[in-house]
């Protein structure tokens, strides 16, 4: 799995990064995408039951990641609750979100009380934070996707979203997604 985060990071492979990777596949409900033997890509999901929410720690797609098939993992774990929260410089992840919940804050709207209250019991909110839910320099004055170009959205609401963030000095973006109805799409 650490292969295909670094290919799916664009990161070099690093001690850090390997504990990192480490940290984050042993955080919850692990789901693992095999092609060929090899482990081409992951998702990691930090169950709150009692909150009925998730937190979706970890995304990775590899080359070689059957099309479809990280959207259809968050999807169907999504839905077995009220609310998914992910911390992303990724469009991609930004689109994901969209097209599997209903709502995703920050998005159409801004945070208010009961959102931050969310964030704040999975331990998500930050003093980093500005009320537009980018939270400044999270990942330590770098971005987190290593090498070569961002790939962006063609979804100008999307892009308009992740705008806001500073790459190169770390900022993160807090997504807050109401699940209810999601892309008529997936399948089970």
Do not use: W
Not at 7 to 36: C, M, N, Q, S, W
């Amino acid at each position: 799995m650490f292969a295909a985060a670094c290919e799916g990071f664009r990161r070099v492979p690093t001690e850090d990064f390997r504990k990192d990777v480490a940290e984050h596949v042993r955080d919850g409900v692990l789901y693992v995408i095999i092609k060929d033997s090899k482990a081409v890509g992951f998702a990691v999901f930090k169950d709150y039951p009692e909150l009925k929410t998730t937190y979706i720690s970890g995304i990775v797609k590899g080359s070689g990641t059957p099309s479809g098939i990280v959207e259809k993992i968050v999807a169907r774990h999504v839905s077995n609750f009220e609310t998914a929260v992910v911390r992303t410089q990724n469009d991609r992840v930004v689109e994901i979100m969209k097209g599997v919940c209903r709502e995703v804050i920050p998005i159409r709207r801004e945070a208010d009380e009961k959102d931050l209250d969310i964030l704040k019991q999975t331990k998500l909110f930050s003093p980093k934070m500005s009320s537009d839910l980018v939270v400044h320099g999270h990942y330590s004055g770098s971005p987190m996707i290593g090498e070569g170009e961002r790939r962006r959205s063609q979804d100008e609401e999307v892009r308009k979203t992740t705008d806001r963030l500073d790459y190169e000095k770390g900022d993160a973006l807090i997504l807050i997604g109401f699940i209810g109805c999601y892309n008529n799409e997936v399948t089970t």
